[in-house]
């Protein structure tokens, strides 16, 4: 079974660009997360998709934003780019039961993306 | 306050027994878990706790956990050189799909030999 797949892996930006980062989540798995890690930071949840319906969404401005498609991918994109937004990107996939309830408590991380913002 | 608080750094002896402090915010937190971060790699899920368990084994990791004072560790065996890595709890705040993770700071590991 393929884990969570992570594309692209290492992205460099200027400022003032935007920036489409892609998840393609576990197979059969409904719901993917989003978190930044910075050094300073450290991990910080951005947001939560499950059936193509944001669920829950962290404490980041506008600018970050995402989707989920049908077949579960996901896509986060980050709109005017600052230096600060250098970090690296995980998704992790998790599995939840039919009703939306927690079937599987154990979420699956991709490699993440590593995105510099220069 | 909000933050999951660990110590930032532990070293130990190649054999010795490692063990990682968490402290947690929120006592009706469901699940616990402990991630291992490998350079340059995304995290990995070494075990989680219930809330309701004391404690939890699994191969050379023990996980206790002290709901009282939302405390948390990982206790490793026999560290070996490949336990190298910065090591994450995370507290699941919320129920069902409204849940989200919130991580710790993170405790680098470092064995030596």
């Known amino acids: 079974k393929a884990g969570v797949t992570q594309t692209p892996r290492y992205l460099i930006k200027t400022r003032g660009q935007q920036v489409t980062l892609s998840c393609s989540p576990i197979?059969?798995?409904?719901?993917v997360s989003w978190y930044q890690q910075t050094p300073g930071q450290g991990l910080q949840f951005l947001f939560e998709?499950?059936?193509?319906?944001q669920r829950n969404k962290g404490n980041f401005p506008g600018r970050f934003s995402g989707r989920q498609f049908s077949n579960s991918r996901s896509e986060m994109n980050v709109s005017t780019l600052e230096l600060g937004d250098s970090a690296l990107y995980l998704c992790?996939?998790?599995?939840w039961g039919p009703g939306g309830e927690l079937f599987d408590t154990e979420a699956f991380f991709g490699q993440g993306t590593r995105l510099t913002v220069v | 306050g909000e933050d999951v608080e660990q110590s930032l750094f532990l070293s130990v002896r190649e054999g010795d027994s490692s063990v990682i402090n968490c402290t947690y915010t929120d006592s009706s937190s469901t699940y616990l878990y402990w991630y291992k971060q490998e350079p340059g790699a995304g995290l990995q899920l070494l075990t989680y706790i219930f809330s309701n368990m004391d404690m939890k084994q699994d191969q050379r990791l023990t996980v206790l956990l002290n709901k009282k004072d939302k405390h948390l560790s990982l206790r490793i065996a026999d560290t070996q050189t490949g336990d190298s890595a910065i090591y994450f709890c995370?507290?699941?705040?919320?129920?069902?799909?409204?849940?989200?993770?919130?991580f710790g700071t993170g405790t680098r590991l470092q064995v030596t030999l």
């Open positions: 197979s059969g798995h409904r719901s």
């Open positions: 995370a507290e699941k705040k919320g129920a069902g799909t409204a849940s989200k993770l919130t």
């Open positions: 998709y499950f059936s193509e319906t």
């Open positions: 992790a996939s998790s599995l």
